[in-house]
């Protein structure tokens, strides 16, 4: 079965059941399992069963999110002392038993569900930052936005789940039982991904000789210039610096994305299928274009910085987009853009340092959901004085100069010793 063929894939040799697809595949699965758990759990309306009508949110959101953001660094050093695989597998499996106490424990009380939701955040941010770290030796770089994005996307689908499944929670016992069950498939995906996953290609003793010899060389040839810089060194470089900067305005930006609850479900549909696809055609243009790795991330990058410009010049003089007009349609073509966008930054992080990809995904994640946080206030606050089209005009300029930076020094070939 390793020999049957997937979209004519890249070097004529990826296979719907190849190794590295299959590691891309359990990631996925094993990222569904876990949000549609965290979202679950996370939905005023399961809530309430247990503590009644939960007017404010923000005590065990907020658990959460400090579990996910301070986890991030330790997550990062652990990528560069140990297996990102071994610990990726054990997050899934952690939470699969944590869903078992929030099931049985949650609903003594809202202390138990808020120190339970800061360690379900933590292990989450582990996961996020190990999937990154894992991938070192096992795409090629002219593979990596398929395999990486399509392990991301079970996330947006895990989402979508919870979202669908929180909706549906009728009664304390099915919402229990239900978290059980999630649990169980999470227990259910370990055994599998213990059984089947290994840290390298020639360490698989099952891969076939041609996927061995396919991928192993070029892995190789492609980390070992970077296996000598420092984090520091990385941290330093422009490459990096002009990515955080795109980075901070992929945090910005999705505050002024519209969200309204009848179109939850449509958003998350457009999120868990606009990601993984936008992955898969980077590398089609590598593949069957003249264009370079650097050349298709900022291709992406670039063109929908613009495109989000020309929204923000627009929504200047459209002052109710949550009306029944055009611009409204028109913020679902831009919740497309935007993941194109942020799948090609996801995998930037890597491109620029394969061998410390944990680190440069962590520095990155936590600016990103520190300035989404704020974001809401901020917003909040400029709307009461009436200045949102100057944040607009601020907006449009920000986003034209870190468009020309990143044209400028925005790259996907690896940071070196030598610079």
Request: hydrophobic content about 50%.
């Amino acid at each position: 079965m390793d020999q049957v063929k997937f979209l004519g894939c890249i070097y004529g040799g990826c296979t719907i059941l190849n190794k590295r697809f299959t590691l891309s595949l359990l990631m996925c699965i094993g990222f569904t399992i876990m949000f549609s758990g965290i979202n679950l759990t996370q939905r005023n309306r399961c809530l309430s069963l247990s503590h009644g009508e939960i007017d404010d949110p923000f005590i065990h959101l907020s658990s959460f999110l400090i579990g996910y953001i301070i986890i991030q660094l330790p997550a990062a050093w652990v990528t560069l002392k140990f297996s990102p695989l071994i610990w990726f597998g054990r997050s899934i499996f952690a939470h699969a038993i944590l869903l078992f106490a929030v099931a049985l424990l949650g609903s003594f009380g809202y202390v138990f569900l808020v120190v339970l939701k800061f360690f379900e955040g933590a292990l989450s941010g582990i996961a996020f930052i190990v999937c990154h770290a894992a991938w070192k030796n096992w795409t090629p770089a002219a593979e990596r936005s398929t395999l990486l994005t399509f392990a991301l996307a079970g996330g947006y689908l895990g989402d979508f789940f919870g979202l669908v499944m929180s909706i549906f929670c009728a009664s304390l016992p099915f919402w229990m039982f239900v978290c059980c069950i999630i649990g169980i498939f999470g227990i259910i995906w370990w055994l599998v991904w213990e059984r089947t996953v290994y840290e390298t290609p020639n360490k698989h003793p099952t891969i076939s000789n041609e996927e061995l010899n396919q991928i192993h060389p070029l892995i190789q040839d492609e980390i070992r210039p970077t296996e000598g810089v420092s984090c520091k060194e990385i941290i330093l470089s422009i490459p990096f610096l002009v990515l955080v900067a795109v980075n901070i305005l992929r945090a910005w930006n999705l505050r002024f994305l519209m969200y309204r609850k009848e179109d939850m479900i449509i958003t998350s549909f457009i999120r868990f299928t606009s990601f993984p696809l936008s992955g898969y055609l980077a590398d089609v243009l590598v593949r069957k274009t003249s264009l370079t790795i650097t050349n298709v991330r900022k291709l992406f990058v670039i063109g929908v910085t613009l495109l989000e410009a020309v929204f923000f010049f627009t929504s200047m003089y459209h002052d109710h987009l949550n009306n029944a007009n055009w611009l409204y349609w028109v913020s679902f073509l831009m919740q497309i853009l935007y993941h194109v966008a942020i799948s090609a930054v996801c995998v930037n992080a890597v491109d620029i340092a394969p061998s410390h990809a944990g680190v440069t995904a962590a520095i990155m994640n936590i600016i990103f959901h520190i300035i989404v946080s704020f974001g809401f206030k901020i917003e909040f606050y400029l709307h009461e004085r009436d200045w949102t089209r100057l944040v607009d005009f601020i907006s449009i300029v920000g986003h034209l100069i870190v468009g020309v930076l990143y044209g400028i020094y925005g790259t996907a070939d690896p940071i070196t010793v030598k610079g």
